[in-house]
């Protein structure tokens, strides 16, 4: 049995050390979350950390939010604040907690949440089939900005629009916000799609393109329209410039320009179509450079397309563009066939064979044996009778005359 001294001894130990463990630390939701519209199809969040929440230990504390739209969006920061793009008119719901940004042994704080409700307006009047593309142009504004950015975009009235209704669309890119001025109109007078021939739009931009349709009518309250757009899927790619082909022989070489674009030449992939418009041929290749070689037949003409497409080495992938104006290289002059020259060729050797074996092996006097001659002669005898008529009815002479052909035997008159 342990002395007495000695458990008080370990008691005291115990707890003390028990008194120097850490409480485990409680997360609290962030305060004063708000959101409110920052733009065309933008949204500000903002909050506070939590007054009591205990900062003994010293740990780094993040936030998680999360907001649910047209399309939802899930992500982590450090900051108190958040600026995102969103499609607002159906509305948009967030939340956001507290979490631990290192130590993931601590559990999240609850939630806290704030909402928008949708744009005023009546159902079915908002636009709909909303559709943009841009295009680059070249531009000799400055040396600094080389392009421009070109979009157009078109839509559908909705369907309890009414005739009086009339849209106007804006868009938003980074910081600039610009509202159409060229627009197309339907039957009734609505407009129906727009054209921007310049924008502030970066060619080579990553940003998300935020486009908005609203409306007015002296009928009903209609409903805007918001949406987002990646430029990498909405861009019109201009083909390739300066195609050209040759033949010589059977060789084809295919050259080419760069598109028109702000990214550079090592951004392109290209694809090259080539048509035998005669035999039928068709061949496609998909290449980097900006030149192509194949080895055709010379007996028909060709026709050759490029199109071109922005590769993923400097932007996600994209559609292609469309095909570059035809060119043609070749000729529809019928040649003669190398095979049929062989065939010929081949024919007319086998006739050669054929004649001499039949020379050599007498095939033909085995084939068709002479007729053998008779061993007499045959004689023929063409008899010619003439009847002479004497002036006495009584007397009549009849002289044959036996003529024998050459070679026969000779006959005499026999006269009756």
């Known amino acids: 049995m ?13 707890i003390l050390q028990a008194d120097s463990l850490p409480e485990k630390l409680l997360l609290l939701p962030p305060v004063n979350f708000t959101m409110k519209v920052a733009g065309l199809a933008q949204v500000l969040l903002r909050w506070e950390p939590n007054p009591d929440q205990q900062q003994e230990r010293n740990i780094k504390l993040g936030y998680h939010v999360k907001i649910r739209a047209l399309e939802d969006d899930d992500y982590e920061t450090k900051n108190t604040h958040s600026k ?48 943009c593309a841009t295009n680059t ?24 629009a009414p005739e009086d209704t009339q849209y106007v669309l804006s868009y938003r890119y980074d910081t600039h916000t610009e509202e159409c001025q060229e627009y197309s109109q339907d039957s009734l007078s609505r407009n129906t799609a727009c054209w921007f021939p310049r924008t502030f739009i970066d060619g080579k931009g990553r940003d998300m393109l935020a486009v908005r349709v609203s409306g007015r009518s002296q009928r009903a309250a209609i409903r805007p329209h918001d949406q987002l757009f990646a430029l990498y899927a909405i861009d019109r790619v201009n083909p390739p410039g300066d195609v050209t082909a040759e033949i010589d022989g059977t060789h084809l070489s295919v050259r080419w320009g760069k598109p028109v674009s702000a990214f550079p030449a090592h951004c392109f992939k290209y694809e090259v179509k080539i048509h035998g418009t005669r035999n039928g041929y068709c061949q496609r290749e998909t290449m980097t450079t900006n030149e192509y070689n194949s080895t055709v037949s010379d007996a028909s003409k060709y026709c050759i397309e490029v199109r071109a497409a922005v590769s ?38 086998c006739l050669f064979v054929l004649s001499l074996t ?17 061993k ?16 006495s009815v009584e007397t009549e002479s009849e002289v044959v005359s036996y003529v024998e052909e050459h070679g026969l035997v000779d006959l005499e008159d026999v006269v009756f």
Not at 315 to 338: F, H, I, L, M, N
Request: positive net charge; charged residues 15%; glycine residues 6%.
């Open 2 to 14: 342990a002395p007495t001294p000695l458990l008080i001894l370990l008691g005291t130990t115990v």
């Open 84 to 131: 995102r793009m969103i499609a607002l008119h159906r509305g948009v719901s967030a939340s956001v907690r507290t979490i631990p940004w290192e130590d993931g042994s601590l559990p999240a704080s609850s939630w806290v949440s704030a909402e928008l409700r949708p744009p005023a307006g009546s159902p079915g009047t908002s636009a709909v089939n909303l559709t």
């Open 137 to 160: 142009v070249a531009s000799n504004l400055t040396r600094s900005k080389p392009y421009q950015v070109s979009l157009h975009c078109s839509w559908a009235a909705g369907q309890e």
């Open 312 to 349: 993923s080495g400097c932007r996600q992938d994209g559609p292609w563009s469309a095909w570059s104006r035809p060119v043609y290289a070749g000729s529809d002059e019928q040649k003669p066939s190398t095979e049929w020259i062989l065939l010929l060729l081949m024919a007319t050797i």
């Open 358 to 374: 039949c020379r050599t092996c007498h095939v033909w006097t085995k084939l068709f044996p002479p007729i053998p001659t008779p």
């Open 376 to 391: 007499r002669n045959i004689q023929v005898f063409i008899a010619t009778i003439n009847y002479e008529k004497t002036g």
